[in-house]
């Protein structure tokens, strides 16, 4: 439940947050001698001061470089929740106006730090989280466009953060069904693992022809209404890993924060969530998702290491390492992607370990072969805060993928991981279409408590999706 709502009114409040060097005043004198000595660094925000008046913290947005995309005025928001809660007070009014105001990024700061998945505890002291209204008086669009953003993020957080035992392929397409009736697509469910392969996804049946529960591909389909005047040779597709458990399969993984992998539906969850928010604002462009979800369970039925199958296109695929399963279930989404018209794509899983080695776990990899169309999606994370950077999709590793007999084999060899998945996946899609693969092995999984997150999965991709289909509407 969400515990915080965000206001644009103003009102009375029992706690006041003043933005340092963008709040004007006057302030009780206390107040203004502790932001003077903040802002000649004889301080550090947040500083909590109580006086007469009431209790105030006084925040400051940090000049870190690495802060940019409106994440300094997020964290803003995280360290003005948590002096909420500290205070247990039922409100707060944020003081902030003129130039350089981020309000929006502010407002998603407050949403986002307030997350917490708490479905399976029991209740706890409503005390010690009452509901909490945040003040920002005079922003009103900034607070609509910020709630809705944070809340969908906070969706997909939601999902990583869900038990495997809860959210399964099958729930994980219920959800999808209900968080976008009425948004104006049409959902479709593949269900199964025969069926699956007589649709034409041999891939996403392999890998979850073992789970506990049947493999699905959830296929979302929109097209813009007459009035909206579609806009001609741009159809974006949108696709996302979704393994609900990958234990590795009958290539185990060692046990080790094996149940890290319940988050390894973060690609899914990231392009639903997106979702939510994209369709709600009706694209002048036709657009596709397509949810890849199975559970990588090894038993009798399991996938071994040394099958053969054929993919969608046509390539013939090794299984070397069952562990490798993500390339497999989204490969034929791909290629059915370009299939429906897609002349746009983007993928999002959390496919490599070997990308967090690359980029450590707080930047995403991109990879594409269309230089104009990986900047723009790297420059779409930017601007939303998510750090998102190229990769070469360096043909020369092509041949780590050789194997005598079949077309590609599963994996690569020991270097360059990430490399060698994305060359793996750009083989089953078409040249010419506009096609980035983003890993966000790193900071989707990021969950020992990252900047404003609380500890649990952070729903990365979200916001650069949003930003992005919003930017194609032009
Ligand atoms: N889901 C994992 C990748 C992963 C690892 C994500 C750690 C987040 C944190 C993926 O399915 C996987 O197991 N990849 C293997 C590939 C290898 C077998 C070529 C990996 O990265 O070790
Ligand atoms: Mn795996
Ligand atoms: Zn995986």
Redesign the pocket.
């Known amino acids: 439940m969400q515990r915080i709502t965000v206001s644009a009114a103003r009102g009375a409040a029992e706690l006041t947050a003043i933005v340092i060097g963008h709040a004007a005043g006057p302030f009780p004198p206390v107040i203004e001698e502790a932001a003077a000595r903040i802002a000649a660094k004889q301080a550090t925000a947040p500083l909590l001061v109580v006086t007469e008046q009431g209790p105030f913290v006084l925040v400051k947005p940090e000049a870190k470089p690495w802060l940019t995309g409106g994440e300094a005025w997020r964290l803003l928001g995280g360290q003005i929740v948590d002096a909420a809660r500290q205070l247990r007070v039922g409100s707060v009014t944020v003081v902030a106006e003129g130039e350089g105001v981020e309000a929006q990024a502010l407002v998603e700061g407050c949403v986002l730090a307030d997350y917490r998945y708490e479905a399976w505890k029991k209740k706890e002291d409503p005390e010690s989280r009452p509901r909490l209204t945040v003040r920002l008086p005079g922003y009103a669009s900034a607070v609509r466009e910020g709630v809705a953003i944070a809340t969908a993020q906070n969706l997909a957080r939601e999902l990583a953060d869900s038990p495997p035992n809860e959210l399964h392929p099958p729930s994980f397409a219920a959800r999808a069904r209900r968080e976008l009736a009425g948004l104006g697509a049409r959902l479709r469910v593949i269900s199964g693992a025969a069926q699956l392969r007589r649709a034409g996804f041999p891939g996403l049946a392999q890998v979850g022809q073992a789970g506990s529960s049947e493999p699905c591909l959830v296929e979302v389909r929109y097209t813009p209404p007459r009035d909206r005047q579609a806009q001609r040779d741009l159809h974006l597709a949108l696709v996302g890993?979704g393994?609900t458990f990958?234990s590795?399969g009958l290539?185990l993984?060692p046990g080790d924060k094996m149940w890290?992998?319940k988050?390894?539906m973060s690609g899914a969850a990231a392009v639903l969530a997106a979702l939510t928010r994209i369709l709600a604002e009706r694209p002048p462009y036709p657009l596709s998702a397509f949810l890849c979800l199975a559970e990588?369970l090894p038993d009798s039925r399991a996938q071994r290491p040394g099958d053969i199958y054929r993919a969608r296109n046509g390539t013939s695929v090794h299984v070397e390492?069952t562990?490798?399963?993500?390339r497999l279930i989204m490969a034929d989404a791909l290629t059915y992607a370009c299939e429906s018209g897609a002349t746009h794509l983007v993928d999002l899983?959390?496919?490599?370990?070997?990308?967090?080695v690359a980029l450590g776990e707080y930047v995403a990899g991109a990879m594409g072969r269309h230089e104009d169309w990986t900047r723009q999606v790297c420059a779409a994370g930017a601007a939303v805060g998510e750090q998102i950077w190229p990769l070469p999709l360096h043909g020369e590793y092509r041949k780590l993928l050789e194997h005598p007999h079949a077309d590609i084999n599963?994996?690569?060899g020991k270097w360059g991981?990430a490399i060698?998945?994305g060359l793996f996946l750009a083989e089953f899609v078409p040249e010419n279409v506009h096609w980035v693969h983003l890993d966000i092995?790193?900071p989707?999984?990021a969950n020992d408590g990252w900047r404003y997150y609380s500890k649990g999965f952070t729903g990365f991709g979200t916001r650069t999706l949003i930003h992005l289909a919003r930017e194609l509407a032009g």
Not at 323 to 326: F, H, I, K, L, Y
Not at 349 to 356: D, K, Q, R, V, Y
């Open positions: 890993k393994i990958d590795g290539s993984k890290e992998m988050a390894d990588n390492n562990d490798a399963e993500g899983a959390t496919l490599t370990g070997a990308c967090i599963n994996v690569g991981g060698t998945a092995a790193g989707a999984m």
